[in-house]
């Protein structure tokens, strides 16, 4: 019975090892942006998402005066 265990946990050590290999292979082939792109990306979410913002403010503004408007009536 002790030997099924050491050989159950031999190979899980082996599964983990390989599994960090691949991993770090994988990990390797990233291809990082520069500081230039990461800038400009970060500039563009920052504008589109005030620009959503903003746009979602705008509709629930007009939306919300609708609705007092129907309720008033």
Do not use: M
């Given at each position: 019975m002790g030997?099924?265990?050491n050989n159950?946990?031999?190979s899980a050590a082996k599964k983990s090892g390989s599994w960090f290999k691949g991993v770090?292979?994988?990990f390797n082939k990233i291809i990082w942006p520069n500081r230039?792109?990461?800038t400009?990306?970060?500039i563009a979410v920052v504008?589109?998402?005030f620009v959503v913002?903003?746009?979602i403010a705008v509709l629930d503004m007009g939306l919300?005066?609708?609705i007092d408007f129907i309720i008033n009536l």
């Open positions: 030997d099924t265990n159950a946990v031999e770090k292979a994988e230039d792109e990461v400009r990306q970060t504008l589109v998402s913002g903003v746009l919300q005066y609708g």
